[in-house]
C-alpha cells in the first residue's frame, strides 16, 4: 500500500511495539505528528517541556522496562536539544531511538532556517545514525534503527529525516519483528573450560557486578553463580539491582564511594570476576593499583571492553545471562568458608553510616526505602544526593535505580522519572536531587502534572553543589569558587505554580510525615528537604589513590589526633 513517509513513520513504530513516545513539535516534523494524532488510541505522545527533558524521558522508559524508548524533534534546536540525552544513553548503554525531521532536501547544506547536521553531531554519541533522503528507504531504516538499538551492546541510534521526506510516497509493506537473539557465538568451549578452571583453583574469589548484568536480565544466573563460586559481590552504579543488596553475600558498592568492605575485599582478593562491567576510573582508582594481588575474570558483550582499561587474566565474550548459564551447568558449590569470614568480618567492622539528630540524605534515603519497604524505582540526578541513593537504598530488583553513571547528566533525572513512571503505572517512581540539580530541568515539573503522575520528587536542598563542595573542601583548601546557591529560588512555590504539591521539611519527624503523605498523593509531590551544605558522602577514595586506600571523616579525624 501506498504511504507517506510520515505514515510510515507511524506504522513502524507500531510494528516494533511502541505504545508511548516522548517529544515536542516544530515546523519541520509537523507532517509526523498530523499522523500521531490520527493514532492517539495506540501510541500516547508524552508532551515534555523541553527537548532534553523528551530524550531523558525516552531514557527512563528504556532503563526501566528494556524496551527501546523513542524520542521525537524537530530540526536545528529541537534536535540539538536531544544531544545530552543521547549521549546520556550512549554512555550506559540504553536502548534509544532519537527520529528528528530536518529541511527539506534541496534545502541541505545552504544553513536554512532551523537547518542543522544532527547526524554529523551526533556521529559520536551514538550506536548508529541515518539521514534518509529517500522514501523508499525509510521503513527499513527505521526498521534498522530498531534492531541496532537493541542487538548486543545497546545503545541510541537517530534517524533523520527531511520534512519532504514525509509528505512523499512509497510502497509499505508491513512485517512482523522477531525478537533478537542473545550474541553467544563467541561463548567457545574452550573459554568457558579455562574460566572454570580459574575459578576452580581460586581461594579468594570476589564477584564484580556492573550494568550489564542488569541488561541482560542475567539475575537469577547471577544469583545461583555467586552462591556455586562462593564469593562476596560487590556492584557499580549501574549493576545496582542485579544481585539482591539483602543477600548475605553482597557486600555494597565497590570504587570512590564503595564500601570499604568491597574496596578492601577486591584488593585483596586472588580472582576478580567481572560481569558486565567497563572498568570506570570512578571504580578503580589507580588502575595499576587495582586489584593488584588478583587474576581478572572478564564477561562482557562488547569485546572493546576486554583490555581497555584493566588488563585481564581470562575473558568470555558474549551475552552474561548466557555465559553465567553455561558456567553454572560445569560448577558445583565451591567451599570459600574462611574467605567469607574475613569478609563478613569487614563487613561487620565496617558498615556504611553517618551522623544521628540532624536531617541528612542518607537519613532521608534510608526512610524512603523504610516507608517503600524497598519496592520503589528509584531515579536520581547526579552528585552527592546520587551516591548517598547508591548506598542507603538496598535494591533487591534490576531496573529499580535509574542514574546517570557514565555522562554524570545534571539534569537527567526528573525526566527520567516521568519516563520510568509512564513505563510503570502501577509503581512508586521517586527521583532524588540536589538543588543545583533540579534547577536545570525542574521545569519537567509541569510535564509530569499534566500527566498526572504520582511520582515524588524528593529536592536535598543543601544551597550549594554540593559534591563539587565536598572537593573543594577536601582538596582545594576550601576555595569555593562558584559553588554556594546563595540565590532566594523556592522550590515549593515553584511546585505550587506548576500544579504539583510542594512541601519543606527541616527535621527527621517533618520528613517522615511529608514522605508518608506524598506516598498516599495521586499528583506529584516535590520535598525539599533543608540539610546541612557540609555534609559529605564517605567512604571516598581519593583521585589517583588506590581503592584500598578509602577513608572517612573518622578517619581524618583519627590522622589530625596527635
Partial sequence: ???????????????????????????????????????????????????????????????????????????GPGATNLVTGIATAYMDSV???????????????????????????????????????????LAET????????????????????????????????????EPEE??????????????EKLIRASEKPYLFVGGGAVISGASRELLEFAEKVQAPVSDSLMGKGAFDGNH????????????KTSNYGVSECDLLIAIGVRFSDRVTGNAKKFAKNARILQFDIDPAEINKNIVTDAHIVGDIKEILSRLNQRLERQDHGEWIARIMGYKQKYPLKYAGGGLSGPFIIEEIYRQTKGDAIMVTEVGQHQMWAAQFYRYRNPRTLITS?????????????????????????????????????MNEMATAVRQKLPLIQVVLNNHVL???????????EQHYSATVLNDSVDFVKVAEAMGAAGIRVNDREEFKEAFANALASDMPVLIDCMIDSD????????????????????????AKEP
Fill in 248 to 259: 548475605e553475600l553482597y557486600t555494597g558498592m565497590l570504587g570512590m564511594h564503595g564500601t
Fill in 535 to 558: 555534609d559529605k558522602v564517605w567512604p571516598m577514595v581519593a583521585p589517583g589513590a588506590a581503592i584500598s586506600e578509602a577513608f572517612d571523616g573518622e578517619d581524618m579525624k583519627n
Fill in 405 to 441: 553513571g557514565g555522562l554524570g547528566t545534571m539534569g537527567y533525572g526528573l525526566g527520567a522519572a516521568i519516563g520510568a513512571q509512564m513505563a510503570n503505572p502501577g509503581k512508586q517512581v521517586i527521583n532524588i536531587a540536589g538543588d543545583g540539580c533540579f534547577r536545570m530541568n
Fill in 182 to 195: 542473545r550474541y553467544s557465538e563467541n561463548i567457545t568451549e574452550e573459554a568457558l573450560a579455562y574460566a
Fill in 142 to 177: 527505521i526498521r534498522r534503527a530498531f534492531r541496532i538499538a537493541q542487538k548486543g551492546r545497546p545503545g541510541p541510534v537517530l534517524v533523520d529525516i527531511p520534512k519532504d521526506v514525509t509528505v512523499n510516497k512509497a510502497e509499505f509493506r508491513p512485517i512482523t519483528v
Fill in 1 to 75: 500500500m501506498q504511504l507517506t513517509g510520515a505514515q510510515i513513520v507511524i506504522e513502524c513504530l507500531k510494528e516494533q511495539g511502541v505504545d508511548t513516545v516522548f517529544g515536542y513539535p516544530g515546523g519541520a516534523i509537523l507532517n509526523v505528528y498530523d499522523e500521531l494524532y490520527k493514532h492517539s488510541h495506540e501510541i500516547k505522545h508524552v508532551l515534555t517541556s523541553h527537548e532534553q527533558g523528551a530524550s531523558h524521558a525516552a531514557d527512563g522508559y528504556a532503563r526501566a522496562t528494556g524496551k527501546p524508548g523513542v524520542c521525537l524533534a524537530t530540526s
Fill in 95 to 137: 536502548p534509544v531511538v532519537a527520529l528528528t525531521c530536518n529541511v527539506g532536501v534541496s534545502l541541505l547544506g545552504k544553513d536554512s532556517f532551523q537547518e542543522i547536521d544532527i547526524a554529523g553531531i551526533t556521529t559520536p554519541i551514538t550506536k548508529h545514525n541515518f539521514i534518509v533522503k529517500d522514501v523508499n528507504k
Fill in 466 to 476: 554540593g559534591m563539587v563542595r565536598q572537593w573543594q573542601t577536601l582538596f582545594y
